[in-house]
């Protein structure tokens, strides 16, 4: 009997150091001044894990990580606890920016294997940020990764699709020229252009109810602006500065800024309730490349910023039901560009 309650003791103890060492995993984690995450949990380690969004019902999460000998992208699905991954993507190409459709049956992404199986070519680094427009196309597939259906054939760049609850697309594209906002049905049908403006369009989200659409957006502001976005745009770039972010009627409509400060505003996301945005910024350090996440009304007021890590904070989404956050950050790197997934409650 003595035996039994010495090894009763020893597991109450056990368990209770594993608590305290999770509670200060969970502090390690979170800075005393993110009072809206709580309950923090790192779900990859290690490479470069980016855009992950939640299924409808919130139970997994498809995003895009370079692993498994790969040298670019590829698209993964998880659940919401960082177990059960599975490539669902080709493994060949570049792929990008997927996304589940209602029912979570079928899920969307972009990728550049039809124009081969090798990774494209990275610009080289410099000072700003250089993103390369890719040749993607978008393509639909069911959540195993069969039956893969291809929606775009323009051979230039076809990304940033997100979809609604009604099972609408929304992207951005290069086919006419400038890089702007299409929407779509699910089998590629009524292409439709929602954006005219010179200069970059891109990132969109849905509101909850479909009636919305936030985005964000370059457009230049003097001849100097666009002669530089327009040379870059000549070599399939963007390069990294200032970008706001919008607000339309789904149908392209309304478009007014809800940001107007000349950082680089990206990743806007609606809360479930259609009152907020999250999004990611370097308004406090606009000529860096440290990053944190922002909330905002979305009529601009109530400016509030949500992480303070010194590092890199970005692509935060809200889980169906708005009690949770994913987002993508360097906290508790291990090595230099090392970007990882994290899952954390959200509270007031």
């Known amino acids: ?3 039994i309650s010495i090894v009763l003791v020893i597991l109450v103890l056990v368990n209770f150091s594993l608590i305290l060492d999770l509670k200060a995993e969970e502090k390690s984690l979170l800075l005393p001044q993110e009072k809206h ?3 923090i949990k790192q779900l990859t380690f290690g490479g470069k894990n980016a855009e992950a969004y939640f299924s ?3 139970a997994k999460l498809i995003f895009q990580s370079t692993r498994e000998g790969h040298s670019c992208d590829q698209i993964f699905i998880m659940n919401v606890d960082g177990s059960d991954v ?3 993507s080709t493994g060949q190409g570049q792929t990008t920016c997927a996304y589940f459709f209602p029912g979570d049956r079928k899920i969307l992404y972009s990728s550049t294997h039809p124009t081969g199986p090798d990774c494209p070519s990275a610009p080289p ?5 250089i993103w390369p427009l890719h040749p993607f196309e978008i393509f639909t597939a069911n959540i195993d990764g069969s039956d893969l259906k291809q929606l775009t054939f323009t051979g230039d760049y076809n990304a940033e699709a997100t979809v609604s609850r009604e099972g609408k697309i929304v992207f951005t594209s290069l086919r006419e020229g400038d890089l702007d906002i299409y929407v779509m049905n699910q089998d590629g049908s009524g292409v439709k252009r929602l954006t005219r403006q010179k200069g970059y369009d891109g990132g ?3 509101s909850a109810d479909g009636k919305r659409i936030v985005y964000r957006a370059h457009h230049p502001k003097n001849s100097n602006d666009l002669k530089e976005y327009e040379a870059f745009l000549n070599k399939r770039q963007v390069v990294g500065g200032p970008l706001e972010l919008l607000v339309m009627n789904s149908d392209g409509s309304n478009q007014r800024p ?3 400060n000349g950082a680089s505003n990206f990743c806007p996301f609606f809360h479930p309730s259609g009152k ?3 999004f990611s910024s370097n308004l406090h350090q606009p000529q860096g490349r440290e990053f944190s996440l922002y909330l905002i009304h979305t009529d601009g007021t109530g400016l509030e910023r949500i992480t303070f890590h010194p590092g890199f904070d970005s692509f935060p989404l809200f889980s169906p039901e708005g009690r949770k956050i994913v987002f993508v950050s360097n906290r508790n790197a291990k090595h230099p560009g090392e970007f990882n997934i994290f899952i954390a409650d959200w509270g007031p």
């Open 1 to 3: 009997m003595r035996t």
């Open 37 to 39: 995450l709580k309950n």
């Open 56 to 58: 409808f019902d919130g």
């Open 86 to 88: 599975r490539r669902v």
């Open 125 to 129: 680094r410099e000072k700003r940020f």
């Open 204 to 206: 969109p989200f849905f």
């Open 258 to 260: 809800i940001t107007n």
């Open 276 to 278: 907020q945005i999250i």
